[in-house]
Every structure is written in structure tokens, then in C-alpha cells.
């Protein structure tokens, strides 16, 4: 069994060892093959949808590994407790769900938590809450998913240092991503913000337009 670049760095970001919870598992694929290379010991596979929750069951017994992966269906990590897991894998959804959905848990904001999230959408909103909310932004990393280009970060609660993160000019757009690793995605930002500008100026809203712009150029520094 192998896995798609993108579930393949969210499972490079998985701590060995954890206890892990995948929060919207549908086909079970990471929980399994976490399970076949020994990354974790066993995880909890949750879904909202019946249906997914339904597909992972039959994956995970098509598997042989019904002790070692248990699905649960509930909305985000109301299924979990907070006690019997480490690291949490969200992805596969907008960065303004990701965060309605730790936002929703107030037991997670607890530094022993390594969040692995992989936004498909909004991924500056996802930033912003993480960042103001206190989860500093510990790795981030590009990938091509589909033809587009992606971010997969973890995150965990600590106050002090998503304040220092936060006090970069473009953080709540680049996170901390690395300028040459990540070249073409910061471009594409860059790009997009210089057009977003363009359209303010006609518009006549040279402020806003010069802000845009401003932050366009810091997404390199």
C-alpha cells in the first residue's frame, strides 16, 4: 500500500511512537498505513459522515487490523477524549473549519498535542487562528496535490512563540514556510496579492492597494 505525496508528508509529520486520531479518516488510508510501518501503536479513525465512517470500518477489516484501529463517527474531536491520543491529523478541509474544529476542543490547547493539518482552502485563515490563538506553527512544508500546490503544517499550543511568529509582517499568509523550498507557492501568494492590488488602485483604493503590495514584498523576507 502506498500513499499520494500529500498523505505521504502528513504521515512524515507524524510523531513515531504517538497515539494518533484522524479526524475525517473516509477510507482509512493513512490510519492503515501508519499501522503497517510502525509509526503508531494504533490510531482513532473519526468521520462526520455515516457513509465514511461506514468505508473506513470496511477498510480497516479488509486490513486485519480491527485492534489496532478503531472508527468512531462524531463531529471533530468530540469523539476523542483527551487522554488517549497524541497527534492529530486534520486535513482534507478548509483552513476555516480546521479551525472551528480545534477551536470547538478547549482541552487542545495543550503543548503534549502535535496537530498535523493540511488545508485545502484558506489556509491564511487557518494561520491567523493558530497564530492568535496561541499554536505556534512548529513545520510547514509545500506539496502538489491534484495539480495544486498545498501546505501541510503542524502546530502545537504554545503562547510565547506563535507571538513571536506572529509579528512577521506576512505571517498569517507564508506561516513558515521556507522561501527557497517553497519557492513557486510563495509566488503564487505574491502574485496574487499584486493582483488583488491592481484591481484596488482602479477601484481608486491606492491605501489598500499599498498595503497589499507592502505585504506582498515581506512574503521574502
Known sequence: MSLGKRLQLIASMIRRGSRLADIGTDHALLPIWVIKNNICPFVIATDISAGSATRANLAVKNAGLESRIFVRLGDGLSPLH????????????????????????????????????????KTEELHKYLLTKGFSITDEQTCTHRSRIYPILTARFDPKAAAAQAKHPAAFIRGVLDTERDYTYLKNQHDRLVAAATALRKAGRGDDAEKLEQTAKELFL
Do not use: C, H, K
Open 82 to 121: 483527551p487522554d488517549e491520543i497524541d497527534d492529530i491529523v486534520i486535513a482534507g478541509l478548509g483552513g476555516e473549519t480546521i479551525s472551528q474544529i480545534i477551536d470547538a476542543a478547549r482541552w487542545a490547547r495543550d503543548d503534549r498535542y502535535n496537530f498535523v493539518l493540511g488545508p485545502m482552502s
